[in-house]
């Protein structure tokens, strides 16, 4: 060892690494292999792993494998970890052969090396405390690194689901605001019948309400962890009395009701439950970004276009047209959906292509999912608070649409019939005269009656009309 780095030694022989790093050989090893996207494994996952090998030490001291000391070093160091520290260390990158092996030796390198420190020992002195044989006790990558990134995505969906509930908050606060705006409903983007402002807001609010609960029912599925299954799912080289007691350490420890799966085997190969959680995020997302397409249209214009609302003004719009201002919030939640549905594709591809008694692509697949979460996450949370909160109506605008509109004589087809309303309607989109003045003209109804059935409010409430 020389002052600048320290030489370790694996399998495959010797090799340098920097004296002052907390990772070792095998994350050296990964940091020359996989050189792929230029990130490093995601903080949650990080925390996740860091979880996992402090209950794997309390555990495995519990049960008599670990001495107070080791484990008390390896807890203290996995806490320091927990906490944000060390997180320069934990370099790999997140797409990585191996099944997430990689990772998962980063994690033992840097908590063995700082339980080290801890004990009063030197960087890799692995006598004292050893990645292999003291932190990953009972373990194999393929228990820790299904187990962190389920804690991973548990952690980064609560704080979606806090996003969503705060853009559901904001639409029904508009739907009170606009509860008076009476519009133009769109069918095929021709004119339908009237709708009130506040009721398409309201929509809007009940379908993130949806999306936000089903992927929290999905989420469900991920509580289970197959914490000691060690290798393929038989629990070799765990204690029988680990899983359950590791599992319960990890539930106290997160607050997650964390539960055995059914079968270990079945757990440690299968990745359907990332699918069906990445499947509920992806349809929230399309969701997302077809109310954000309807914002857009309806505040088309200024002059030229729908204009029923107004939004935020952001940035300037143009290079070259002035004065021109875009709606890029809304414009940037479209992009974020298609982004998120695009790595949905790639987990479900992940999640079919394992073989046998393990899937080696998870890396893939947990890169992809927290991406997905984070950058949905921050959307949601700028959509609302830079957008959606701040969306005025333009309520002549829209009183002039409803008036100018042929699609209330729908109303009136229960009392003049479907062939006398449609003569009526081809007349009105002909000559670009008023309904009203047609029904009247034509003698089919009075001025009294014509008021009453065509009130802008009544018009977009249940009911059948009646003389």
């Not at 790093?21 to 995601?42: D, P, S, V, W």
Request: glycine fraction near 8%; hydrophobic fraction near 45%; proline fraction near 4%.
């Amino acid at each position: 060892m020389t002052d600048n780095i320290r030489i370790e030694r694996d399998l495959l022989g010797e090799k340098a690494v920097p004296a002052d790093a907390y990772y070792g050989i095998q994350t050296a090893r990964a940091l020359e292999n996989f050189r792929i996207t230029g990130q490093t494994i995601h903080p949650a996952l990080v925390k996740g792993l860091a979880q996992v090998k402090k209950a794997a030490a309390l555990a495995n001291c519990q049960l008599g494998y670990l001495s107070l000391e080791t484990a008390d070093g390896i807890a203290r160091a996995a806490d320091e970890v927990i906490a944000g520290a060390l997180r320069d260390q934990f370099k790999v990158d997140p797409i990585q052969g191996g099944a997430g092996t990689s990772a998962n030796m980063n994690a033992n390198e840097v908590i063995a090396n700082r339980a080290i420190e801890l004990l009063g020992g030197h960087k890799g002195d692995y006598a004292l405390v050893s990645p292999n044989d003291h932190v990953n006790y009972a373990q194999s990558t393929n228990d820790v690194f299904p187990t962190a990134i389920r804690l991973a995505i548990l952690s980064r969906i609560s704080d979606l689901s806090e996003a969503l509930h705060r853009l559901e908050d904001a639409f029904l606060a508009k739907s009170e605001e606009f509860d008076d705006v009476v519009k133009m409903g769109r069918t095929h983007l021709q004119d339908a019948v009237p709708i009130r402002l506040g009721q398409s807001f309201h929509a809007w609010a009940v379908a993130v309400k949806r999306g936000r609960s089903r992927i929290e029912d999905a989420t469900r599925g991920l509580e289970e962890i197959n914490m000691g299954a060690t290798a393929v799912g038989t629990g070799l080289n765990a204690d029988p009395a680990y899983p359950q007691i590791v599992v319960d350490i990890l539930a106290g420890m997160t607050g997650r009701k964390l539960r055995r799966p059914e079968d270990l085997i079945d757990a440690t190969q299968s990745c359907d439950g990332f699918v069906a959680v990445s499947g509920q995020v992806k349809a929230l997302a399309v969701a997302l970004s077809k109310i954000a397409n309807d914002i857009r249209l309806m505040a088309s214009g200024p002059r030229t276009g729908l204009k029923e609302i107004n939004l935020p003004e952001m940035q300037p719009g143009s290079s070259i047209m002035p004065g021109k201002v875009n709606p890029v919030m809304a414009e940037v939640l479209n992009q974020t959906c298609f982004y998120v549905m695009g790595l949905d594709q790639t987990v479900m591809l992940a999640a079919e292509a394992g073989q046998m008694e393990l899937n080696v692509m998870e890396p893939v697949l947990a890169h992809s999912m927290l991406s997905a979460i984070d950058s949905l996450t921050n959307a949601v949370g700028l959509f609302t608070e830079r957008l959606v909160r701040g969306i005025t109506a333009n309520r002549e605008r829209c009183a002039d649409m409803v008036a100018s509109s042929v699609g209330i004589i729908t109303a009136l087809n229960p009392v003049i019939g479907y062939k006398a309303a449609s003569a009526v309607a081809r007349e009105a989109t002909q000559t670009g005269r008023p309904v009203r003045d047609i029904v009247l003209e034509k003698g089919l109804l009075t001025a009294e009656v014509l008021d009453r059935l065509l009130s802008p409010y009544a018009l977009t409430e249940m009911g059948i009309a009646k003389v």
